[in-house]
């Protein structure tokens, strides 16, 4: 099944960019997911599986950090191919 979802990660840290800048990079390099990135969320796209799996690793990764937030938005559906030009 193909899924998309919406992350944003909040590092309560004042420094907060290098871990964000850190988890976009980790989960660029995951052969078979798309992630684009804007100035609110990092968007990813790919087979539900693949992507649960990555964020389960990732995020918990990104948790040896304190106080790290992350929210999610999931859809049973890959976005990056709907056309929105309707």
Known sequence: MKASVEVSYYPLLVDYIS???????????????????????????????????????????????????FVLKIINADLNHIDGSR
């Open 19 to 69: 871990p964000i800048k850190d988890f976009i990079r980790r989960l660029n390099e995951v052969s078979g997911l798309v992630v684009k990135t804007n100035g609110m969320s990092t968007q990813i796209f790919g087979e539900y599986d693949l992507i649960m799996q990555t964020l389960t690793k990732e995020i918990k990764k990104s948790f040896d950090l304190p106080h790290s937030v």
